[in-house]
């Protein structure tokens, strides 16, 4: 755990320098990083993508990130979504109460209904990639759906946006 913090933490530092690119976007958080990354904006990024573009921010511990890359929540496709990767790169995370409080409260692996939700997100992923619209915009993507559920546009969900757009997908809430 400590060497993932010093890895993240050392990642943090890069960000905040205000000098690093990534696929020639300048980048100075976790979410700039993320958009860097995904070139194609899909909205979420292999394994592969993210270890091979983290090298852009030349590490001194570039052999930890494969490890810092598998220890990242995967989306029902075996991607990694921003919220994920943004979690990830959160240096409370590897703070010592924060390992603890994670320790105590389940994860999604091992939540009761952890099929059900994936089950869930499979479908609306399914909906996703046959090209909808809301509000007027084609939505095919996960980050094109968060964008057109984000009516206020803060770059954040409260539940009554989530529940309206899962209701105009057709998913029932």
């Known amino acids: 755990m400590a060497e993932l913090k010093a890895l993240v933490d050392e990642i943090n530092a890069a960000l905040k320098s205000g000098s690093k690119e990534v696929n020639d976007f300048a980048v100075q958080d976790a979410r700039t990083l993320f958009e ?4 194609d904006e899909a909205g979420a990024l292999r394994s592969k993508e993210i270890i091979d573009d983290l090298k852009q921010l030349d590490l001194s511990a570039a052999e930890l990130v494969p490890k810092l890359v598998s220890s990242i929540e995967p989306n029902a496709d ?7 990767f943004v979690a990830a790169l959160d240096p409370k995370k590897y ?3 924060a390992a603890a409080a994670s320790s105590a409260s389940p994860s999604l692996a091992k939540h009761p209904r952890k ?4 089950a869930v997100v499979v ?4 909906k996703l990639k046959q ?5 007027g915009v084609k939505v095919s993507n996960a980050k094109s759906f968060f964008n057109a559920m984000d009516v206020d546009k803060t770059k954040s969900l409260t539940s009554a946006e989530i529940s309206k757009g899962l209701q105009r997908l057709g998913c029932p809430v």
């Open 131 to 135: 090209g909808v619209k809301l509000s």
């Open 95 to 97: 703070s010592a109460s």
């Open 115 to 118: 099929e059900e939700m994936r």
């Open 78 to 84: 075996g991607l990694i979504e921003m919220a994920a």
């Open 123 to 126: 479908a609306i992923n399914s």
């Open 36 to 39: 860097a990354i995904d070139v």
